[in-house]
Nanobody, 124 residues
Framework: QVQVVESGGGTAQAGGSLSLSCTTSKRTSSNNAMSWFRQAPGKEREFVATISWRGGNAFYLDSVQGRFTISRDTGKNMVYLQMNELKPEDTAIYYC?????????????????WGQGTQVTVSS
């Protein structure tokens, strides 16, 4: 059974930083793009960042571009999200997801496996 587990959430002040990690089952993640999504209270789940399976291509939600960095270590079956210059509007549950293909997507339906999420809270 595929497992996707996020860690590293917590609370930060505006302008601060947090780092998220995601570990996945090796058998399913070695050729798949990996992404981060988030869902704020009362809002729909939205795309945040994605990285191709080789790690060479990444793209971001416009509002986090330049502040967040996604990376992966395929050998360790890990994907990371470094979040800098945090803003209160970044407050959400952050989810790690495994894409159905080797290329990332902004669409939820293009993802096959999801983690349970980790809470990120940014205070002003």
């Amino acid at each position: 059974q595929v497992q996707v587990v996020e860690s590293g959430g917590g609370t930060a002040q505006a302008g601060g930083s947090l780092s998220l990690s995601c570990t996945t089952s090796k058998r399913t993640s070695s050729n798949n793009a990996m992404s981060w999504f988030r869902q704020a209270p009362g809002k729909e789940r939205e795309f945040v960042a994605t990285i191709s399976w080789r790690g060479g291509n990444a793209f971001y939600l416009d509002s986090v571009q330049g502040r967040f960095t996604i990376s992966r270590d395929t050998g360790k079956n890990m994907v990371y999200l470094q979040m800098n210059e945090l803003k209160p509007e970044d407050t959400a549950i952050y989810y790690c997801a495994i894409a159905r293909s080797s290329f990332g997507s902004r669409r939820l339906e293009d993802y096959q496996y999801w983690g349970q999420g980790t809470q990120v809270t940014v205070s002003s």
